[in-house]
């Protein structure tokens, strides 16, 4: 391969938008491809190149606002030429600024009558430049879409650029600001003193102007066009009178000037005129070095950023509750699967009892040793030893650093049926589709993770104590006013651990003499508390506000059992968003049926809480209710806020009284200090008071995400549990043996997933859990949506009918056979499921 001479780096990308306001979209967009690529070439390329220019960007010219992200640019590779000449390595830096005879402007009329007509005084410009030509082998790095002739015109005629080592052209600025006018040396405003030899002088016979209304030529007119020298002499001149002037400037810099801080939003005024201080001689630390290079890429892979502005949703109730259509399988699919249960459980039977006769050492923790009966019993360890065992290398998988948008996986095997797994050195990075981490709150970088680490210097790791010791610091009592005020409660308590705050809020608030209807499909932390409290507890069907009111209009008029006495309290409780099969619940039918029959409602938001509602302040934020109509709310902070624990919030009388009986109040440990500032940061965040901006974009990204790959799945064939706005898609197997082969099968396209059988979910129920964060970019979904697509044809789990297919009626084809119509499933192709997803999410889903 021949040497490469020289390198013209030239990324433009229009999209105005303030800096201070600069969102990650347009940082990648518009500031990476010229800062990253200039600080890329500069590492990759030799040294001993014979130029290196750099094109900066001219929509500055334009004159509108939003201009100030451009300028910035602008002066970071003014700013890196200069570093790179004081190295010794020969740079150009070019700031297009009104360029009227060349290049791009040339070709927009509208643009150039503007400028035609724009009085702008004050604008440092070339009197006369030096001839300078590129040789032949150079090459023009251009976008797809830049004007042809300025690429034919980098292929220039050979000659020298040896001592021409940083020039940069002038841009103009208003008369008006305090700002100094730009020279050669955009660092210094002095001229050049008068024993400096002056272009001027050198060059005035061979000045053509090429417009009447711009006699002056500029250093973008003389690098692609204009006369060549007729002699080498004349040539030699001329560098050598650069030089010179260029020493005289480094010789002499001017003394540093302050910057209009308000100038920073004008689009007249060009920042790259502030001078400096000279340039070290070490490498910079710069936010583009190696090292902050990396530092960004990590953070990218934590939290991906947006694509583009179109890929947010705000997430809002439509006005009218419904439960979400739930497509059967086929007979013969559950027909299968309870056979497979039935081959497991003989196969299981028929192994023991061989094994307890020939391998009778595997089986001693069964029977009875010296006396002591055994801790596991046989029939109930039968579930574990022969069904999940075969499939345990689905569950536990340990990994390393952080689960945000990607996880990292430690590589294991199993040499022994998966009863021990032995650690293979190695690791595989995928894509994190298994996690809590609804808001992408689980970082390490950014201002939580700046504030915890603040926080473990300031106030330690640990509390180191209960609450109601010593274990309440000034961050816990922050913590609980910011959670009451958040979710519209007039107090909050926060506990160390979501279980906990259920497994002992209910013995504190019910007991006996006290009814709790549940629901069927409630967390196993709520049963748990509900026996410990020792109340009567009934079950009513999963989101059934029908049943429920059978139940309650059946305690209200029979009372307690045998007495007959009225029940002391009737608490309801359910979850905002149920983490297994992604539906809300009916609040609104709830709130009408506590008036009517004034019964207490527990809550439990530990998954909609942050991930629900315009506001993210869970279910009651997005039905519009006061949060006042609930009487108790209980959430993790877990999912949502990237932190542990959970929370109570209710009346002050309500709290007062856990404060002084909750067992967790009185042994369990306080939450420790960068726990506690995670949660406030990360609250703040989401209410717009850290960051502003960013918590509504977190919010927004998650909606869309959620809608787009539910949408996307349906379309695929898949059935799909759960409300459209749920981030949390259950997608149906079904088929016990189906769980390894979807989980393996997506581990081998670098996917990590979540699967779940019985006794998590009923037992023909298996499916594969999918976890979405506002972390994910449309990127991320769509390699989902096409592993997907592979994996479905693959294990055939394309069964829905297209009643919950999210198909228009047009996509339904009908065949004619003996007078009966025949509707067969809907299946889009990936193409445009991807294509038409981003635009059908907006609308309401089918």
């Known amino acids: 391969m021949p040497r490469i001479h020289g390198w013209i780096q030239a990324a433009m990308v229009l999209k105005d938008a303030l800096f201070t306001n600069m969102t990650f979209e347009q940082w990648s967009q518009v500031v990476n491809p010229k800062v990253q690529g200039t600080w890329n070439l500069h590492q990759t390329l030799s040294s001993d190149m014979d130029f290196f220019v750099l094109l900066s960007s001219f929509a500055g010219v334009i004159g509108h606002t939003g201009q100030s992200n451009y300028r910035v640019v602008n002066t970071y590779e003014d700013a890196f030429a200069h570093y790179r000449s004081a190295k010794g390595e020969k740079t150009i830096s070019i700031d297009l600024g009104v360029v009227l005879g060349e290049g791009f402007v040339t070709e927009n009329d509208k643009v150039m009558d503007r400028l035609m007509r724009l009085n702008i ?138 910057i209009n801080t308000a100038s920073i939003s004008l689009p007249t005024i060009n920042l790259t005129t502030a001078t400096g201080e000279k340039m070290p001689t070490t490498e910079p630390k710069t936010l ?119 996880i990292t996986l430690l590589d294991r095997k199993s040499d022994d049926g998966n009863n021990t797994f032995k650690l293979l050195g190695s690791t595989t990075e995928t894509l994190n589709m298994s996690s809590y981490n609804y808001l992408g709150f689980a970082q390490s970088e950014g201002p939580c993770a700046d504030a915890a680490e603040q926080a473990v210097r300031k106030y330690g790791v640990t509390m180191a104590s209960p609450r109601a010791d010593s274990g309440t610091s000034e961050l816990t009592v922050e913590v609980e006013d910011l959670i009451a005020r958040f979710v519209g409660k007039p107090a909050s308590m926060v506990f160390s651990m979501g279980f906990v705050t259920n497994a002992t809020a209910f013995s504190t608030l019910i007991g006996r003499g006290c009814l709790m209807l549940s629901d069927e499909l409630n967390h196993s932390s709520i049963r748990f508390g509900a026996r410990l409290s020792g109340s009567m507890i009934k079950m009513f069907k999963h989101n059934d506000m029908r049943d429920l009111e059978r139940l309650l209009r059946e305690a209200i008029s029979q009372g307690q059992p045998r007495t007959h006495r009225p029940w002391k309290k009737i608490l309801v409780t359910v979850e905002g968003l149920y983490s297994m099969e992604g539906t809300m619940c009916n609040l609104p039918a709830l709130i009408e049926l506590k008036k009517k029959y004034k019964f207490n409602l527990f809550v439990d938001e530990a998954h909609s809480v942050g991930a629900v509602g315009p506001r993210g302040r869970g279910v009651c934020d997005f039905f519009g209710i006061d949060p006042s109509e609930v009487d108790i709310l209980m959430g993790t902070l877990t999912k949502s806020f990237g932190a542990n624990g959970g929370y109570l919030a209710a009346s002050k009388e309500i709290i007062d009284k856990l404060r002084t009986q909750n067992a967790a109040m009185l042994f369990a440990e306080s939450p420790g200090p960068p726990v506690l500032v995670q949660i406030a940061s990360s609250l703040r965040i989401i209410s717009g008071e850290l960051v502003p901006g960013q918590g509504a974009e977190r919010l927004q990204r998650l909606a869309f995400n959620s809608r787009y790959l539910r949408l996307g799945l349906k379309r695929l064939g898949y059935i799909v549990y759960g409300h459209d706005d749920s981030p949390i898609i259950p997608v149906m197997l079904y088929n016990p043996a189906k769980m390894p082969a979807f989980s393996h099968e997506m581990l081998k396209r670098k996917i990590s997933v979540v699967v779940v059988g019985y006794p998590a979910t009923p037992l023909v129920s298996s499916r594969a859990r999918f976890c979405i964060s506002a972390a994910h970019t449309k990127d991320d979904l769509d390699r989902m949506l096409a592993a997907c697509d592979e994996v479905g044809d693959l294990l055939q789990l394309k069964f829905s009918s297209g009643v919950a297919g999210g198909a228009d009626p047009e996509e339904l084809t009908t065949q004619e056979k003996d007078s009966l119509s025949i509707v067969k499933p809907p299946r889009w192709r990936l193409a445009d499921v991807i294509k038409r997803g981003a635009e059908d999410v907006q609308l309401p889903l089918k």
Not at 124 to 149: F, G, M, N, Y
Not at 200 to 217: H, Y
Not at 293 to 311: E, M, V, Y
Request: charged content about 25%.
């Open 288 to 406: 583009f070095n190696p090292e902050e290079a990396r530092r960004k890429a990590r953070a990218d892979a934590q939290f991906g950023p947006i694509g583009s502005q179109k890929h947010r949703y705000t997430s809002t109730f439509e006005g009218e509750f419904g439960d979400p259509v739930e497509d059967e399988p086929p007979y013969y699919f559950l027909l299968t699967t309870y056979i497979s249960y039935l081959i497991l459980i003989v196969f299981g039977h028929v192994r023991d009892f061989f094994g307890k006769r020939f391998r009778a050492a595997h089986y001693s923790h069964l029977a009875e040793r010296d006396g002591y009966a055994p801790l596991n019993s046989d029939f109930d360890n039968f579930y574990t030893r022969r069904l999940k065992m075969r499939i345990n290398d689905c569950f536990s998988r340990p990994t390393t650093g952080v689960p945000g948008r990607f």
């Open 121 to 258: 005084p004050g604008q440092t410009v070339w009197t006369t430049a030096p001839q300078l030509h590129l040789p032949q082998s150079a090459r023009c790095v251009l976008p797809p879409a830049s004007d042809k002739k300025l690429s034919e015109r980098c292929r220039l005629p050979t000659n020298h650029l040896h001592e021409h080592q940083f020039l940069v052209a002038a841009q103009r600025t208003r008369t008006s600001s305090a700002m100094p006018t730009r020279t050669i040396n955009p660092f210094a405003t002095v001229s050049p003193s008068s024993s400096t030899p002056s272009l001027d002088a050198l060059n005035e016979k061979k000045e053509q102007p090429r417009r009447s209304s711009f006699t002056k030529g500029n250093k973008f007119t003389s690098l692609f066009g204009g006369n060549t020298p007729r002699t080498r002499g004349e040539a030699a001149a001329l560098r050598d009178a650069l030089v010179a002037q260029q020493q005289a400037l480094l010789d002499n810099p001017s003394p540093p000037q302050q």
